[in-house]
């Protein structure tokens, strides 16, 4: 029944650590986020990761695929170094703007061309937008079943799988026949580092970039048209405070706040 | 496009129990329910689920719709999105609001999907707005971070999809006045309704008070970790009477557990008091206690953001602080 194959969907996003600033245009009210360099979606190298051991015990293909603008390159190509066989980007003026749904449906037409697929694998939430949706919305539109927050998965060799999802306060057990699109948390595995082999083979990787002409989706159901929701106004979250920096020796900076503490009947 | 004059949710019960998320949402169905001059009705899914259709009544539905069998007694993605989907498609509600629990991000981009419709995820803000000159629900999400607030609206599908996260609304009072109408719904199951299985819950309720629900909570972040992790924090709260939450960093370490990560996409907090230690101030972290009273924060970097949102600051080793704290409160 084996080998398998398998396909990440990986987001570039703005790096977190610099999210603190974008800020708005006083102005125009636009998002200012010039000066955010960006990576590659963090959880997704986790997805990446689970999909590369089970390519390295059972052999197959690993395929990564993300939709973005001509510079989400960058984490594809950086996808590959770390052992990816082929990537695909979806690339085109009319998936921009697009929702979840809109995204997904366009992911999911880029899958369907490279189908069958037995495993799907996304990280389970983006740095940017941590929506959570846009994984189980392509399983939906492909006939997939889903499985998000992961954080355990043992695939046999009959194509069944069995999978640990995180709740709050456990976890749910779960069987699957393949094929299956799965959600990873963080805690699913410790990613591999680059390789000096990965950086080098990085030439001879199959990288594809399709274009609406390429895939079979509906224009009606993708980009700005194909979006059920829109923002109607962006606000920056005021979280104001006092924002006393406490002086002196270290008793003193605590006895003051625990005096204060107390006075307020906090404590 | 016509719709029924309705507010749903989806009450998620694991093990018979109704998660607080649920009747917090439905408090909030009802709000919307009457700006829009409507009723609000939940959708309940499991084994034998009589007695918690009361609950939502007595906590305020108007109606219940119950899928009751022995196969759905566990979440089943498969077949609680179908059940959901038809249900929907026949009745055509206005609104639909889901928890923003693990479980409920898995289901509701299935159903928005399958009904072609629009969904925002991890509310923290609904209220009715005027879009295109039509009364439509205007849901406030926090984005890049939590350092924004963005509203978004869906104003040309129904049902209006949000999840919502937990804290955000208010549970309402119980009542044993309320009348509302329980519906039993025929499942109708088949094995396409199990391609993924749900065979086991494992669930180990956790001990003390929970950061959503504790007047004190003290918090850890990635600071920690030269502290030798949390067990100081813990005693701290533990002399407080206070409960233990975190950061994403600390989650990862293993520090908290998943029910105690407090942010965007963990839990929204309101204690009267909350303490945070080692944490830099991400603003997915900060974005969780925007309602919290008092703000302490302790860091041993002077730069570190999280000395802009806090009541009190002080800028020290983190394990040392610790322990002159402990000292000091015992």
């Known amino acids: 029944m084996l080998p398998l194959n398998i396909v990440v969907c990986v987001k570039q996003v703005a790096n977190p650590d610099y999210f603190s600033q974008i800020t708005l245009d006083p102005e125009t009210g636009a998002i200012q986020r010039e000066k955010v360099p960006s990576i590659l979606n963090p959880m997704d190298e986790n997805a990446l990761e689970e999909a590369l051991k089970l390519r390295d015990k059972y052999s197959g293909k690993v395929t990564v695929i993300s939709m973005g603008p001509p510079q989400a390159r960058e984490v594809l190509e ?92 456990g976890y749910l057990k779960i069987e699957v026949q393949l094929p299956v699109l799965i959600a990873v948390s963080r805690e699913i595995n410790q990613p591999r580092a680059a390789t000096a082999e990965g950086i080098l083979t990085l030439g001879d990787k199959v990288f594809k970039t399709w274009t609406l002409n390429e895939i079979k989706v509906n224009p009606k159901d993708i980009g700005l048209e194909g979006s059920p929701t829109r923002v109607s106004g962006v606000f920056e979250q005021k979280n104001e405070r006092r924002r006393e920096v406490l002086q002196g020796a270290l008793e003193d900076m605590v006895n003051t706040a625990i005096e204060e503490l107390r006075q307020e009947e906090l404590v | 496009m016509s719709a029924n004059k309705e507010v749903w949710i989806w009450a998620e019960q694991r093990n018979g129990r109704l998660m607080d998320v649920s009747l917090q949402i439905l408090g909030k169905a009802g709000e919307l329910a009457r700006d829009i001059g409507g009723s609000a009705a939940a959708i309940l899914i499991g084994d034998e689920v009589r007695g918690l259709a009361e609950e939502l009544i007595a906590h305020g539905a108007d109606k219940v719709f119950t899928f009751s069998d022995p196969r759905l007694r566990l979440y089943q993605s498969d077949a609680y999105t179908r059940l959901i989907s038809e249900l929907v498609e026949e009745r055509k509600p206005e609104i639909m609001l889901l928890g923003a629990t693990s479980i409920g991000m898995d289901l509701a981009p299935s159903v928005a999907a399958r009904v072609g419709t629009g969904l925002t995820a991890h509310c923290c803000g609904l209220n009715m707005g005027a879009i295109d000159g039509q009364l439509k629900l205007i849901a406030s999400v926090p984005g890049w971070g939590g350092g924004m607030i963005v509203n978004i ?50 669930e180990e309720q956790p001990n003390g008070i929970q950061i959503d629900q504790a007047e004190i909570v003290i918090s850890g972040g990635y600071g920690m970790k030269s502290a030798g992790g949390f ?7 533990a002399l407080l009477g206070a409960a233990v939450g975190g950061t994403r960093p600390a989650l990862d370490e293993g520090w908290i557990r998943e029910s105690s990560l407090i942010g965007v996409s963990g839990k929204i907090i309101s204690p009267k008091l909350l303490i945070t230690i080692g944490a830099s101030g991400a603003n997915h972290y900060t974005a969780g206690f925007v309602k919290a009273g008092m703000v302490v924060a302790i860091n041993n970097d002077p730069e570190a953001a999280i000395f802009d949102v806090c009541d009190m600051g002080i800028v020290g080793d983190c394990a040392e602080v610790l322990d002159v704290m402990i000292e000091k409160l015992k």
């Open chain 2, 231 to 237: 067990g100081s924090l813990k005693e701290l709260a």
């Open chain 1, 78 to 169: 950086w996808s590959l170094t770390l052992g990816a066989d082929e990537a695909i980007l979806l690339c085109d003026r009319a998936f921009a703007a697009g929702d979840t749904l809109a995204t997904a449906h366009v992911l999911a037409a880029g899958i369907r061309e490279i189908c069958p697929c037995d495993i799907i694998f996304c990280g389970n939430e983006a740095a940017d937008g941590a929506t959570q949706q846009v994984g189980p919305q392509i399983a939906e539109l492909l006939g997939f079943p889903h499985i998000t927050n992961v954080n355990e998965l043992v695939v046999r060799e009959d194509k069944t799988a069995v999978v640990k999802r995180i709740i709050e306060y």
């Open chain 2, 153 to 202: 609206v869906c104003p040309k599908h129904v049902p209006q999809m949000a999840t919502v996260s937990p804290g955000v609304a208010q549970k309402p009072e119980r009542s044993g006045q309320n009348n509302g109408e329980i519906i039993a719904m025929k499942a109708n199951l088949d094995d396409d309704d199990f391609r993924a299985q749900t065979v086991e819950i494992f």
